[in-house]
């Protein structure tokens, strides 16, 4: 059995071969994956924009067009986001799989495998949570459809406001079917570079911990006075902090391919949701006659503040457990190590006392401070939105 076909990888390795970006397919599956959904969506996106512009000078619907297509630009930014940082994302993977293949301690085994179990718990609820919204977002046409039908009358509502140039109401279901199938490609997209992130991020935190649990049992030996100095083979501390060197870096060269494949798409994102957020705010404003249209709006609104919540929280975790390090050096018994040891303590010091972090585009830190930034400069936009209607 395949590693990943554990249970704490299997709903990851399913969310991403369905959208082609499984780094273990074939590159011919996923090249016919990738181009069947992105035209799928992008033919979709197209026509949202079509619908727009016949209401171009009307803010209002303006607003309410620009919601949905954000939704597929940020689905389809997180696909094109996997495929450019490919290599880097297949590093992660092997490093992850190596990494319990290479332990031997079976504390440190143990504690892996009960960060990678939260990685899969908190993957999963964000899952739920997204897919939970998004279901509200599209049963409210239908519930209209079905009252509709129920009620003799020909009410045929539609997912978004779309242009074909064709008969609407000839062709109503299959547009109605094309819509449903582009909102299930964008929000599997997004669940699914999004689940796996937090995977990583459970995965570094895990070896923070476990770097940190080695280096409290570093310095373990009773000082034995006039061996002050014993020779490198009798000095077991140092040899100990020797591979607390080696497991340090190792974890930071995992939060260093995360950041190389996460930094840009981080910084885009925080963009995205800000505007998301504004917009989303005025088109609850006005659609409060419209309690249909409102549920729907309120749905999105928080799918994306919860995006951008989970986002912040796991570059948070990142950042505070790669600072726990320093404070288990700072506690450490250095003061009955050698002198070869009490330098590679202080060594040590230096390179933990800067976090980890992960950063948009190397502009600003995620982390919950970001967070809070974006939602309050979100909140400014939106009165700024409020005032142009």
């Known amino acids: 059995m395949d590693f990943f076909?554990?249970?704490?990888?299997?709903?990851?390795?399913?969310?991403?071969?369905?959208?082609?970006?499984?780094?273990?397919q074939s590159p011919r599956t996923c090249y016919i994956i990738v181009v069947v959904i992105v035209t799928i969506a992008c033919t979709q996106c197209f026509t949202k924009i079509c619908g727009i512009y016949a209401y171009i000078h009307d803010m209002d619907v303006v607003i309410e067009c620009l919601i949905p297509i954000m939704v597929d630009v940020s689905g389809m930014s997180k696909i094109m986001?996997?495929?450019?940082?490919?290599?880097?994302?297949?590093?992660?993977?092997?490093?992850?799989?190596?990494?319990?293949?290479?332990?031997?301690?079976?504390?440190?085994i143990e504690i892996l495998e009960k960060y990678a179990d939260h990685g899969r718990k908190f993957s999963t609820i964000y899952v739920c949570v997204i897919f939970t919204l998004t279901g509200v977002f599209m049963l409210m046409p239908l519930?209209?459809?079905?009252?509709?039908?129920?009620?003799?009358?020909t009410t045929r509502p539609?997912?978004?406001?779309?242009?074909?140039?064709?008969?609407?109401?000839?062709?109503?279901?299959?547009?109605?079917?094309?819509?449903?199938?582009?909102?299930?490609?964008?929000?599997?997209?997004?669940v699914a570079c999004d689940a796996i992130f937090v995977i990583f991020v459970q995965h570094v935190c895990g070896l923070f911990i476990i770097t940190g649990s080695r280096i409290e049992r570093a310095i373990q030996e009773e000082h034995v006075p006039g061996d002050a100095n014993p020779p490198v083979v009798n000095d077991k501390p140092y040899r100990n902090m020797v591979q607390c060197i080696?497991?340090?870096?190792?974890?930071?060269?995992?939060?260093?391919?995360?950041?190389?494949?996460?930094?840009?798409?981080?910084?885009?994102h925080a963009g995205l949701n800000m505007i998301g957020i504004s917009v989303t705010g005025v088109g609850i404003v006005t659609k409060l006659d419209d309690m249909s249209e409102l549920l729907r709006l309120v749905a999105v609104s928080w799918a994306i503040l919860f995006h951008l919540c989970f986002e912040c929280i796991n570059a948070q975790r990142l950042m505070d457990y790669s600072g726990y390090l320093h404070t288990n050096l700072i506690n450490l018994n250095w003061y009955d190590a050698s002198p070869r040891t009490r330098k590679l303590v202080l060594f040590m010091m230096m390179k933990t006392q800067p976090p980890c972090v992960l950063?948009?585009?190397?502009?600003?830190?995620?982390?919950?401070?970001?967070?809070?930034?974006?939602?309050?400069?979100?909140?400014?936009?939106?009165?700024?939105?409020?005032?142009?209607q």
């Open 359 to 388: 950063t948009a585009g190397g502009m600003f830190v995620l982390c919950m401070e970001t967070f809070a930034t974006i939602v309050k400069t979100a909140v400014s936009y939106f009165t700024f939105l409020r005032s142009a």
């Open 5 to 24: 076909d554990g249970r704490n990888y299997r709903v990851n390795k399913i969310l991403l071969s369905s959208i082609g970006l499984w780094p273990y």
């Open 81 to 108: 986001n996997s495929m450019l940082s490919a290599s880097e994302i297949k590093a992660l993977f092997d490093q992850v799989k190596n990494d319990f293949y290479l332990l031997r301690n079976s504390k440190d």
């Open 158 to 190: 539609l997912l978004h406001r779309v242009e074909y140039y064709v008969d609407m109401d000839k062709y109503y279901f299959p547009i109605l079917i094309h819509g449903y199938l582009t909102v299930v490609i964008c929000v599997t997209s997004i």
């Open 246 to 268: 080696y497991d340090h870096r190792a974890a930071v060269s995992f939060a260093r391919f995360m950041e190389l494949a996460y930094s840009n798409h981080f910084l885009f």
């Open 143 to 153: 519930q209209s459809l079905i009252l509709g039908v129920a009620n003799g009358t």
